[in-house]
Nanobody, 123 residues
Framework: VQLQASGGGLVQAGGSLRLSCAAS????????MGWFRQAQGKEREFVAT????????YYADSVKGRFTISRDNAKNTVNLQMNCLKPEDTAVYYC?????????????????WGQGTQLTVSS
């Protein structure tokens, strides 16, 4: 699976932004997807994941209630709606494809990664 993330940019604190990830490949509808982020000088961290059907999601505590992950299997896309953004959300955001259909927050379970898209939240 090849992944292309888009939608990053500069937004003020409290604002909203939607990231999208387009996937190629016939297996998209059978695999779980995830979003991770990496702030400058920090390790990559889990943000959100969604199972193959979209029926199950899981979020990092730091984004729960503010971010929503969704997918459209007909369009081979996964999205991350981000609301109430904070400066600490500033990072490069990566979408990733899981090896399998169940959700996971472990980066090691994801075999394909997009190129990343930068989100900067100003205070």
């Amino acid at each position: 699976v090849q992944l292309q993330a888009s939608g990053g940019g500069l937004v003020q604190a409290g604002g909203s932004l939607r990231l999208s990830c387009a996937a190629s490949g016939r297996t998209f509808s059978s695999i779980a997807m995830g979003w991770f982020r990496q702030a400058q000088g920090k390790e990559r961290e889990f943000v959100a994941t969604i199972n193959w059907s979209g029926g199950r999601t899981y979020y990092a505590d730091s984004v729960k209630g503010r971010f929503t992950i969704s997918r459209d299997n007909a369009k081979n896309t996964v999205n991350l709606q981000m609301n109430c953004l904070k400066p600490e959300d500033t990072a490069v955001y990566y979408c990733a494809a899981r090896r399998g259909g169940v959700i996971s927050s472990n980066p090691a379970d994801f075999g394909s990664w997009g190129q990343g898209t930068q989100l900067t939240v100003s205070s």
